[in-house]
């Protein structure tokens, strides 16, 4: 029995559905009990959050938590669906320390917002930049600029006129 | 080029109208003549070495492309070839370049190497407007040459000689060490055709 079969049986109404992604076996959550279903993965000792990523499928976004076993040498991938008008999931900062930042770049490229995260600023981007890049319905034809503003900070527009030589 | 920059005028000399009354070259003055770098004319034979004609533009020239300082920065995978190239196999150092600065006051030279994304571009420019004139620009790799990989990106420049003047484009991905010292080359034959006495009017 893998992982994703074990939570199943931990939790059966909380995971949707189990299958493979690739060689690591994968549970799909609901989106409420995500945080229950991570704690209890966190029990059966998967005890490393790797990386979080996000897809935006035009309809919906998912949102992918690779697990892993230091001990056991398992993985486990959670995924969460989440609505693609209002994209929403609770903050796994509070299991894993890691998920911190992992959580700003998702919420920093796609949008997605994670409730209860102690931080949740951009992490690659400057903040005032206007949308969210990897998103399918980010805007590629207005080009955004970054200059220093007088205190230092990062100022984001659409006028690179005191950056570029020519117009 | 712009501002502070020097109009690029090569300077011809009349080479028939010099005298050569030696054939092979002995003293080290006759040595640094033969180099080619400065046309001088040994004017007093009776003291040999003592005087030394030349023109205002071929000795400034000759001493700027000597000793050409980079300023230490590197963007991205480009500069690990950079730091190849200042190593013992290629190495700079024949070519008075090996003091990478750590100051842009100190430096009249930047090799953008890497990727110039969006956020660092102004840090780009303020480290080039705060170097020193006279100075110059080498663009190395597809990426800071034209954007590269990322030339459709939202987040890289599409070329830095959109915010800065470039004087040689180094093309690669990332540029062999060789490729930097064939450019290295390029830009010493293009500081070595540079007015210098134009600036001051003495072309007039």
């Known amino acids: 029995m893998n992982a994703a079969e074990e939570l199943k049986n931990i939790l059966p109404d909380a995971v949707t559905e189990i299958g493979k992604q690739g060689k690591k076996p994968q549970a799909t959550v609901k989106k409420e009990r995500l945080q229950e279903a991570a704690k209890k993965a966190q029990e059966l000792g998967f005890d490393q959050l790797s990386v979080i990523t996000g897809v935006d499928y035009g309809d919906r976004f998912e949102v992918i938590y690779n697990l892993f076993s230091y001990e056991n040498k398992h993985n486990l991938v959670l995924k969460v669906i989440l609505d693609h008008d209002k994209p929403e999931v609770d903050s796994l900062t509070t299991l894993w320390k890691g998920a911190d930042w992992l959580e700003r770049e998702t919420y920093d490229l796609m949008g997605i917002k994670f409730t209860g995260h102690p931080d949740l600023t951009r992490i690659l981007l400057p903040e005032g930049w206007n949308g969210h890049p990897l998103r399918k319905d980010y805007d590629m034809e207005t080009e955004q600029f970054v200059t220093i503003g007088r205190d230092g900070d990062d100022v984001v527009s659409t006028d690179g006129s005191n950056l570029l030589r020519r117009k | ?204």
């Open chain 2, 1 to 204: 080029m712009e501002k502070g920059g020097f109009r690029v005028a090569p300077v011809t000399i009349d080479t028939t109208k010099i005298k050569h009354v030696r054939k092979t070259p002995e003293t080290a003055l006759e040595k640094l003549e033969d180099t080619g770098l400065i046309s001088t004319v040994l004017a007093a034979r009776e003291r040999e070495g003592s005087i030394l004609f030349s023109t205002i533009d071929q000795v400034i020239n000759w001493a700027r492309l000597s000793s050409l300082w980079p300023v230490t920065s590197g963007l991205a995978c480009c500069a690990i070839e950079m730091m190849a190239v200042a190593m013992a196999h290629h190495d700079i150092a024949r070519f008075g370049m090996e003091i990478f600065r750590a100051s842009p006051r100190q430096a009249d030279l930047m090799f953008v190497s890497g990727t110039v994304t969006k956020r660092m571009a102004p840090r780009v420019k303020q480290l080039y407007e705060m170097m020193p004139d006279p100075k110059w620009v080498i663009s190395v790799g597809s990426c800071a040459n034209t954007g590269g990989p990322y030339h459709e990106s939202y987040s890289v420049l599409k070329g830095v000689d959109s915010i800065i003047p470039v004087d040689v484009y180094i093309p690669g991905c990332p540029p062999r060490p060789e490729a930097w010292l064939y450019g290295i080359i390029q830009l010493r034959e293009k500081i070595k055709n540079e007015g210098y006495g134009a600036t001051w009017g003495l072309d007039k």
